[in-house]
């Protein structure tokens, strides 16, 4: 099988979908004649999670015993500066400083109680882009995504599962997100999974372990909602369902000439930001046709 003409599918691509067609084509599909990229939309709340997980993904590499050496909070003034200012969207330097204390008020929170932090860490072996397997070798779909934290249960020689959440708890119970993990990690290393669990940085709600999975059924759903995916991309047929929500208007902007392209990004997507719903005003740096 060639990878290279598979069908990608991912927790975020399968979530976009699943928001609104129209979006999922926009993110994962379209690309600008001009660059020949994908594009985002980048918002401070998502340069603040962006910022926390790549710390988290720092110190998931360093041995138990240097993991903690240094306060979190030196690695962030690192990683913040890649999401500093127009690139991570932020308006203000005052709306600015609030997310980096958000983001600092998460990480002290970590320290308090570091829990499965102070375990082993598993690191799948893959080769770029991001760990994958196939899902479908008859349907040529391939599952890709990337895992928060894998802690190493020494004891019963399996692994835990962690989703790191920097946003609110609520309406978390309907994702496939740790249907799609706990499958990458059955395909892509040897340990059984014994646990699964969200943790939420923010807030009182902390680690949350989920009730085990059925597998068969999320296979089925997950493999149910790619074919989906492969007909609208066969047919050309992505549409919103409301010609118009919140899932697909920023990326409507972009393509109105209102975005402003200010970089791009680890995965080579333009990244624009846009003014305030208030403020409209047509930028610069945008993508020039529109597409079905």
């Not at 927790?11 to 600008?32: G, M, N, T």
């Not at 979190?72 to 600015?96: C, Q």
């Not at 499958?183 to 009182?204: C, D, I, K, M, N």
């Not at 680890?266 to 208030?278: A, C, F, G, H």
Request: overall charge neutral.
């Amino acid at each position: 099988m060639d990878k290279y003409k598979a069908l990608w599918v991912s927790h975020s691509s399968i979530a976009d979908f699943l928001k609104c067609p129209r979006a999922y084509y926009l993110r994962h599909v379209y690309k600008d004649p001009k660059t020949g990229h994908k594009m985002t939309v980048t918002s401070p709340a998502l340069s603040l999670g962006s910022a926390v997980h790549d710390v988290l993904e720092t110190i998931s590499f360093l041995p138990t015993d240097k993991r903690f050496i240094r306060p979190l909070s030196t690695y962030l003034d690192g990683v913040w500066k890649k999401v500093a200012g127009e690139m991570g969207g932020f308006s203000t330097k005052e709306e600015e400083a609030e997310a980096k204390k958000r983001a600092l008020g998460m990480l002290e929170k970590i320290e308090a109680n570091l829990g499965p932090l102070k375990s082993k860490a598993v690191k799948i072996a893959y080769e770029g882009g991001l760990p994958y397997y196939w899902l479908s070798e008859t349907d040529n779909i391939i599952l890709s995504g990337k895992i928060d934290w894998i802690e190493y249960l020494e004891e019963e020689n399996a692994i835990h599962i962690i989703d790191f959440k920097t946003g609110k708890s609520e309406g978390i119970e309907d994702t496939l997100q740790l249907s799609i993990y706990y499958l990458l990690a059955q395909h892509t290393q040897p340990r059984p999974v014994a646990r699964l669990s969200y943790w939420f940085l923010e807030g009182e709600t902390g680690l949350v372990e989920q009730k085990p999975l059925d597998t068969i059924a999320a296979l089925a759903e997950i493999m149910e909602i790619a074919k989906r995916i492969k007909l609208g991309r066969q047919i050309s047929h992505f549409k919103c369902p409301t010609d118009g929500c919140f899932a697909c208007r920023s990326l409507e902007r972009v393509l109105a000439g209102e975005g402003k392209l200010v970089g791009l990004s680890n995965y080579r997507q333009d990244i624009y930001v846009l003014p305030s719903e208030d403020g409209k005003k047509k930028l610069t740096s945008s993508p020039t046709d529109t597409p079905f």
